[in-house]
């Protein structure tokens, strides 16, 4: 609709800016045309606006997509690292069983060795007092035969026999005994052996459970300073703080983040003799040292981010002013008519 087609009362209607109090006052042109024009400036100013605010809307949600996408990335590799915590603790629990098989397998064919020497040897002494035994009963019945003139011979190796036969008893009572006494003493080693192997699984254990706390904290203080970032993006929208301001959140920010850097730094305690430790401990480093990699670009980014804040910040007061400017002469030039 234009000026042309309808007659607008640029004094009485309301929103619609005007340089003269009536028609009959001339201000150099037609007062139709020249709300027209007024009309389609603020209008044009409108849309500047509309669309400042629709890129700046854009902007904080690219970037809200950008910190959850940050957020599953650090969730992804502290599952990472949670799963090979749980490989190793795996591994640990199949080597202790593997360990303590090969312990029962060691006693096991120790025992049967010393079961088959001990079996051996009572075998042995078992026959050769049989013998002593037939030979006694043979002399015996030739002592029965012959009891003339060699009853004395006979009674006296008769007497020999038997002192050689409780000798032969008494050596075979202390191979026993010494027997269950080395038996014993394995026995004993080998449960000093799976106390060790208990005590040595179970500080392991520990250990890598204080390393899953400690890379635990880490992962707390990182999500820490991600939500401290979405707060002052948020607080940067809806509230467009002075210039100082903004330059001491990113001063607090980079205090926080440059400490968190600092706990990320802090090494692992250091395993000497362990090629599997080494190895883990390695790939948990390299898996932090892309997390500051990423701290760092993130950084990086929101600073140039917030000075592009900034400057749209300073385009949009700048142009606010220009139009104040204008409308405050309009309303003098007006007022002057």
Known sequence: MTASSTCIDTYNTPGVLHCCQAIERDCGGSPETYSEKLRLQLASLAQRFAG?????????????LLEEERYKQLHHALQAIEDGIAVEMRKRGEARKMLESLAKKIATEMLERLQAKIGKHIAHL????????????????????????????????SAELMARC????????????????????????????????????ESEIAARHQQVAAVRRDVGLLLRFVLFDACVRW????????????????????????????????????????????????FVKEELGELREGLTAAMRAREEADDEILQAINEYTTALQRGLQNVSGLHTISSVL
């Open 52 to 64: 400042f605010k629709s890129s700046i809307a854009e902007d904080t949600r690219r970037r809200r």
């Open 126 to 157: 078992t026959g050769a007092l049989d013998h002593l035994i037939t030979r006694c009963e043979e002399l015996e019945q030739g002592v029965n035969c012959l009891k003339g003139e060699h009853a004395s011979k006979l009674l006296r190796q």
């Open 166 to 201: 409780r000798a032969t008893r008494a050596a075979f009572e202390a191979e026993v005994l010494s027997r269950n006494e080395r038996e014993d003493a394995a026995g004993n080693k080998l449960e000093e052996l799976l106390k060790s192997l208990d005590s040595k699984v």
């Open 235 to 282: 607080l940067l929208y809806h509230h467009s703080k002075a210039s100082a301001d903004l330059h001491g959140l990113k001063y607090d920010t980079l205090h926080e983040l440059t400490l968190g850097m600092v706990l990320l730094c802090t090494p692992f305690p250091n395993y000497r003799g362990d090629q599997p430790r080494e190895q883990f401990h390695t």
